[in-house]
């Protein structure tokens, strides 16, 4: 039997991404990206920052854990030869550890040679590509047609893959449909809201709504594994101590090295002067302690009860406010719906199953219970 069970894949520990190149054949609405070029990452850069992390990563793996090599751009695929080169180096050094290699890609540069490369390797990549639903939410953010991007191919070779869906008060009124009609085609799309994003009065509203369509549609649908946001776990309001400020939401400066294409060490790809243009951000990140959760809450945000839930962003933070812990407050209505309807959704979810839970499910499901009885009653 298929097993469509919600679990997550907890082996990768370390994430090392590479900048590849600042170049991008889009233009997508949303995109952080403000001052693209046309620098690359040359090989003798890469082999220099795999060397290290290699090396100290084999010092503190666990035997359990995999490493994760991650290509970003611009558009990686642009510079498609250095990821060949990369990965047949990475080879030929013979690690002691597992390495995966993953790629966030538009899709649009899949030509046939680059198809047939990454199928012959398929066990040692993954490809997240971005695909915003409806044929009219996909050109309206990323000005490409559904029909130029290789769904059917990415699906074939990755069959547990999904593609990252971004929403925009735009495309926000046919999120569902839009998931709905990939999600009959086979395919898996994982949500989100886009950060650093203009969100205006009502769209909380027409969240809601969507998220109330679409988790009717994983409750009629039990054979269909529930995507993000649907499979969020609010681990954190299980912490014995609900006091204490909330841990980091992210790897960012800690478990996530995110190199420029110079070699240049960041917290995330966030920081980069090639998405916000500041000279200053070396200086401004080596007065960061990343290791320090206090530093990532803003002081007025300590009492509110969405803090645990709250899917802040800490390099916008940083960008749109200089802070870290400045959160975006546009979007507290937005994470309010969020976390009302995907926690009542993931109770009536779980309890409805016609077989046993798993162990995570049940961890799920007490997590959503405690959320729900957080949020159900707050009107902001």
């Not at 044929?135 to 769904?151: A, I």
């Not at 009124?173 to 085609?185: C, D, H, Q, S, W």
């Not at 959503?368 to 902001?380: G, Q």
Request: hydrophobic share 35%; aromatic share 12%.
């Amino acid at each position: 039997m298929k097993d469509i069970s919600i679990k997550k894949d907890v082996r990768t520990n370390h994430i090392c991404s590479l900048m590849l190149t600042h170049t991008c054949n889009l233009n997508c609405v949303y995109c952080f990206e403000k001052f693209k070029s046309d620098r690359q990452m040359s090989f003798g850069t890469a082999r220099q920052i795999l060397e290290k992390e290699y090396t100290d990563y084999q010092s503190s793996m666990a035997p359990d854990k995999r490493m994760n090599v991650d290509f970003m751009g611009g558009e990686p695929l642009i510079n498609f030869d250095l990821i060949k080169q990369i990965y047949e180096w990475t080879i030929s050094q013979h690690l002691p550890f597992e390495v995966i290699f993953s790629v966030t890609t538009n899709g649009t540069l899949l030509d046939n040679e680059k198809r047939l490369w990454f199928a012959a390797h398929a066990d040692h990549f993954r490809l997240v590509m971005s695909v915003d639903g409806s044929e009219f939410c996909q050109t309206t953010n990323r000005g490409v047609s559904v029909d130029m991007l290789p769904l059917e191919f990415v699906r074939e070779t990755w069959p547990s893959s999904y593609f990252k869906q971004t929403l925009t008060h735009d495309t926000l009124p046919y999120y569902a449909n839009g998931v709905i009609a990939l999600t009959e085609r086979g395919f898996r799309v994982a949500s989100s809201l886009a950060q650093g994003h203009t969100w205006k009065d009502g769209d909380d509203e027409i969240y809601r709504n969507q998220l109330r369509l679409l988790g009717q549609y994983y409750i009629e649908h039990q054979e269909i594994l529930p995507q993000t946001p649907f499979d969020n776990l609010y681990g954190q309001l299980l912490d014995e101590n609900l006091s204490r400020p909330p841990r980091k939401i992210c790897g960012s400066g800690t478990s996530i090295h995110f190199y420029d294409v110079d070699g240049t060490l960041y917290p995330c790809h966030l920081f980069l002067p090639m998405v916000h243009g500041k000279k200053s951000v070396l200086d401004d990140i080596r007065r960061i302690d990343f290791n320090d959760d206090k530093k990532f809450v803003d002081g007025k945000c300590l009492t509110c009860p969405l803090l645990r839930v709250c899917n802040t962003c800490y390099g916008f933070n940083y960008i749109n406010r200089g802070d870290v812990a400045m959160r975006d407050l546009g979007m507290c209505h937005l994470y309010l719906a969020e976390a009302q309807e995907v926690s009542a959704f993931q109770i009536r979810y779980i309890t409805s199953l016609q077989r046993n839970a798993t162990d995570y499910e049940l961890l799920l499901l007490q997590s959503a219970m405690r959320c729900y009885e957080m949020v159900r009653d707050i009107s902001l």
